[in-house]
C-alpha cells in the first residue's frame, strides 16, 4: 500500500463516501443541537430526568438493533438508510411544532426522543454495513477514525451552536433544523445508483431465524467476542461524561446552555484535532495499546470534572477526551468490521451498536440517580474508577490481531447430490463427515476440529460433535444438524468464508494417504420421506449417502 492510500484521508477519494461524510457531518451537526435543546429543556428537573434523554437515544439500538440487522443483511441497504432518514425526519418536524407551540412537556420531549432513537437503531447496522462497500477493506480502519472525526466535528460545532440558539430563540429552532439535516443524506442516497445486489440469506428464512443466525455466528467466533468484551470494559464508564457533562456544566460551573454547548464542542475539536495523530498513535501503542490509553485519559477527565470548579480547568481537560474518544472508538469499530463475512456483516454490526448503545442506555439512569443520592464527585469519581479498571483489564483480555483473518465468501464445497429433490424447508438435516486419521495425528486432528466446530456454528449448526469409532479409532465421525435443507445450502454457496476453508484443509492435512472424507447427509423422517417433485406419491428413504470433498 502506498502512502496515499495509508492516509488517514484515504477514503474521501471514493466520491460516494466524500459525498455521504459531508452530508453526514450536517445531520450529525443537527442531531448535537437537537440534544443540548432536549437535554436543557430538562435541566431544571432531577438528574436522572435529564440523563434520561441519553437513554430514550440509545434504549432503541438495544431494542430494536438485531431487527434492523437482518434487514441490513436481506434488503437494500440504501432502502433501509433512505427509510430511516424520512422516518426521523418527520419526528424531528414533530418536536419542532411542539416546542413552538409550548407544549413540548418532559414526557413527550422524551418519547419523541426515543422515535428518533428507533429511526438511529434502523439506520445504524446499514450505514456501518455499507462501509465496505464504499471503500477498501485495508481502509476501513482510517473510514472507521473518519466517522468519529464526523461526528466530534459535528460535536466540535453542534453543541455550541445549538446552545446559542437555544439561549436566543428557543428549542424549537435547533428541532427545526435537525429535521432539515437528514435531508442531505437523502439526496445523496437518492443519487447514488447503487446495484442491488441479493442478500445472501437462505430462502424461506423467517425474521426469528435470521436474528438467531446472527446470534449464532456472534457467540461462535471469537474475535468478535472479543471485540465486544471490550466495548462493554470502556462504554459504562466513558456514558458517565456525556450522561453528566449537563449537570457538571450547570451544577458545579455555573454555565448556561451557551457554556454547556462550548464544552461540548471542546471534545469535538478534541477528537478532530486528535484525527491527525491518530496513525502514529496506532503505529506507536497498537490496538490495545490505544484502548488502554484511552481509557486511562478519559478516567482522568473524570477525576478533573469531579474536583474542578473552573470552566477553563474542565475544558483543558475535555480537549484529550475527545481524543481518547476517537481512538477507542474508531479502533472497536474496525476491528468488528474486519472479522464479519459479508452475509451477516449487518447482524454483526448490530450486535457491537447492542453492546455500545444498550451501554450508554443502561448506565444512563444509573449515573443519574448516583448524582442526585451521592453528589455529582463522589459519582463522576466512580466513573473514574471503572474507566481505571477497564484499562488495566486490557492486558487480560487484549484484542487479538486480525491479521491473516480473511472473511471473504468461499464457495468450495459441491452440491451434494441426493436421489431425491428435498424442498428448503425440510429439515432438521444431518451431516456425517468421515475421516481416516493415523494414531500419531490424533491428538492434532482433534485440535484442528475445533476451529472447524466453530465453523459450523457460525455458519448454521445447532449441534456439532466429533466421535471416535471403538471398533476402529482411526475412524473420526463428525456429525452436526442444520435446521433445514436451505440453511445447509446457504452453508455451501454463501456462508463459508476463505478463513473456513483454511480450517477445513488444516484438518483435512491429516487424513491417511490416499484417503479422502465420505459425507453423508440424512434428512429427519418422524414426519415421513422425502419425495421429488415429480414422484410426490412414491416414498424414498430420507438417508444418502454420498461422498465428496465438502459437507
Known sequence: MNPAENSAWAPFAARVFRALWIAQLVSNTGTWMQTVGAQWLLVGHDAA???LVQTASSLPVVLLALPSGVLADRYDRRGVLLAAQFAMLAVSAALAALA????????????????????????????????????????????????????????????????????????????????????????????????????PTARGEGLLAAVQAGRRYVRHAPGVRRVLLRTAAFVPGGAALWSLLPLVASRSLGLGSDGYGVLLGVVGAGAVSGAFALPLIRRGLGAN???????????????????????WLAAVALLPAGLAWIGVLSTLNAAVQQRLPGWVRGRGLAVYLVVFQGGQALTAPVWGALADGLGLTVT???????????????????LRSAEGLDPSPSDHWPVPPLVFDPGPADGPVLVSVTYRIAPENWAAFTGRMRHVARSRHRTGALTWGLFQDGGDPDRFIENYVVA???????????????????????????LVAGTTPEVTHAFYAAAGPVVTAGERDTERIRTNDSSGRGA
Open 49 to 51: 430526568l435529564v440523563t
Open 100 to 199: 413552538f407551540r409550548g407544549a413540548l412537556d418532559p414526557g413527550l420531549l422524551l418519547g419523541l426522543t426515543f422515535l428518533l432513537g428507533c429511526g438511529t437503531a434502523l439506520m445504524g447496522p446499514a450505514w456501518q454495513a455499507l462501509q465496505p462497500e464504499l471503500v477498501e477493506r485495508e481502509q476501513l480502519g482510517q473510514a472507521a477514525a473518519l466517522g468519529a472525526v464526523n461526528m466530534n466535528l459535528a460535536r466540535a460545532v453542534g453543541p455550541a451552536l445549538g446552545g446559542v440558539v437555544v439561549a436566543a430563540m428557543g428549542a424549537g429552532w435547533v428541532f427545526a433544523f435537525n429535521a432539515l439535516s437528514y435531508l442531505g443524506i437523502a439526496a445523496v442516497l437518492l443519487l447514488w445508483r447503487r446495484p442491488v445486489t441479493p442478500r
Open 289 to 311: 495499546g490505544t484502548l488502554a490509553a484511552g481509557a486511562a485519559v478519559f478516567a482522568g477527565t473524570l477525576v478533573v470534572l469531579a474536583i474542578t470548579r473552573s470552566p
Open 380 to 398: 463522576l469519581l466512580i466513573g473514574a474508577g471503572l474507566l481505571v479498571v477497564g484499562a488495566l483489564s486490557v492486558r487480560r483480555w487484549p
Open 484 to 510: 433445514s435443507w436451505a440453511e445447509h445450502l446457504a452453508q455451501h454457496h454463501s456462508r463459508l468464508t476463505a478463513g473456513d476453508r483454511r480450517h477445513e484443509e488444516q484438518a483435512r492435512a491429516l
